[in-house]
């Protein structure tokens, strides 16, 4: 199926403010599971008005509570527990479809990956799904399996849908399209492969300081020819990635090779031809810096095919933590990024955009990662 341009879903929505997409139109229907307790057992069902008259406080007090904002607002804690543990009893649920109707919000947001099998990705999800549940918001996940044709029919797709903000790991190569959403779309973060240029806020570790530390670590231990599987080229990330590598070599006073830095995407195929064309031209490299975890699990399976460990035969330090690493025969070390917080303050930034907070400026956020050391760098005897 055809979508529609960013643009011209921009206009679109720009036309027609107070329409809500039909398929969210009649989407929750409300039966309380258990009969209506006492003071409401004549109404079909509960709604504001009528919790509001049994508890005897206001519409807007219930509703402020019901959206997780009764600290906001200075609602008694007391006030809360109250009204929670009432809703509960009946087995309230608001009237979602009304609410957007009437509200023109939908309490969804979007989030758009690269790609679903990379954890990394899985992962910061989660904690974007559990932020935005506490503002009682549910969140679309699309994958654009690194395609940028695919990111931009994600985007216009969401926009169709009426989402109320979006967070995006963007493929990396081409700009445009955000550029588009900058000034005339929901609120938009991105994350980790961002564009320094756009007036977006975007959240990010800091790459190039993070691999700079790792390839430091491998000159500590008295590494000098280092080989670096990028990841996908002109993108921000790996490029950033690749500048802490060259500068780590600079400052020790070792020239760049660049003939040492392979690869071409951040997978497990481009991590496993790596190694084969490492070892077909310069069988004499020591160790490997990893953009990736990807592109490590690919390269750990290639060295293995060949009968090479790591790390007696190869030194290998790998950006990104690998799920269930500790179970390895070699615990690798790893540049390991903050997750929980890349999620949260995310989502953080994201709300405080769709709430309309003033105060908060386009941001370019970039957070520290860390090295953990393990066993996966031997030391280099000259």
């Known amino acids: 199926m055809q979508t529609a341009g960013i643009k011209e879903v921009i206009m679109e929505q720009a036309q027609t403010p107070n329409r809500l997409d039909p398929i969210h139109r009649g989407h929750i229907r409300l039966r309380p599971d258990k009969p209506l307790r006492k003071g409401m057992r004549n109404m079909q069902k509960p709604t504001l008005h ?3 008259k049994y508890l005897d406080t206001s519409t807007c007090t219930i509703s402020r509570v019901l959206n997780g904002k009764g600290s906001q607002y200075r609602i008694a804690e ?8 009432y809703v509960k009893k009946i087995n309230y649920r608001p009237n979602v479809a009304a609410q957007s109707l009437r509200l023109n919000r939908t309490r969804e947001v979007g989030l758009i990956l690269p790609d679903f099998a990379n954890p990394f990705y899985t992962n910061v999800a989660k904690y974007v799904a559990t932020e935005a549940r506490k503002r009682n918001y549910s969140v679309q996940i699309i994958e654009t399996e690194d395609d940028t044709k695919t990111e931009i029919d994600a985007i216009s797709h969401m926009l ?6 979006l967070i995006v790991w ?16 929901p609120p938009i973060v991105l994350v980790d492969r961002c564009f320094p240029d756009l ?31 990028q990841g996908l080229e002109h993108t921000a990330t790996s490029e950033d990635r690749v500048e802490g590598y060259r500068r780590a070599l600079t400052a020790r006073g070792i020239g760049v090779d660049d003939s040492l830095i392979i690869g071409d995407s951040f997978t497990q195929s481009s991590g496993y031809r790596s190694v084969g064309q490492l070892l077909a031209s310069r069988p004499s490299v020591s160790a490997v810096f990893s953009l990736s ?16 460990n790591v790390p007696d035969d190869i030194s290998m330090v790998s950006f990104d933590e690998i799920d269930g690493v500790e179970f390895f025969a070699t615990p690798l070390t790893v540049i390991s990024q903050p997750i929980a917080e890349i999620g949260r303050r995310a989502t953080e930034v994201l709300f405080e955009k769709i ?17 953990i050391s393990r066993s996966s760098v031997k030391l280099f005897a000259q």
């Open 170 to 185: 963007p493929v990396g190569l081409e700009s445009k399209h955000f550029r588009d959403l900058a000034s005339n779309a």
């Open 293 to 308: 975890n990807q592109i490590t699990l690919g390269a750990l399976r290639a060295f293995a095919e060949r009968g090479l």
């Open 355 to 371: 709430d309309g907070n003033d105060s908060c400026k386009e941001q370019y956020q970039l957070l520290p990662a860390n090295l």
């Open 78 to 85: 007391a006030t809360q527990e109250r009204i929670l543990n």
């Open 50 to 52: 009528s919790i509001a």
């Open 160 to 165: 169709h849908c009426r989402v109320e903000g």
């Open 199 to 229: 007036k977006l806020s975007q959240v990010t570790v800091d790459n190039a300081l993070s691999s700079e530390i790792a390839t430091n670590h491998l000159l500590d231990f008295g590494h000098r020819e280092i080989a670096c599987f």
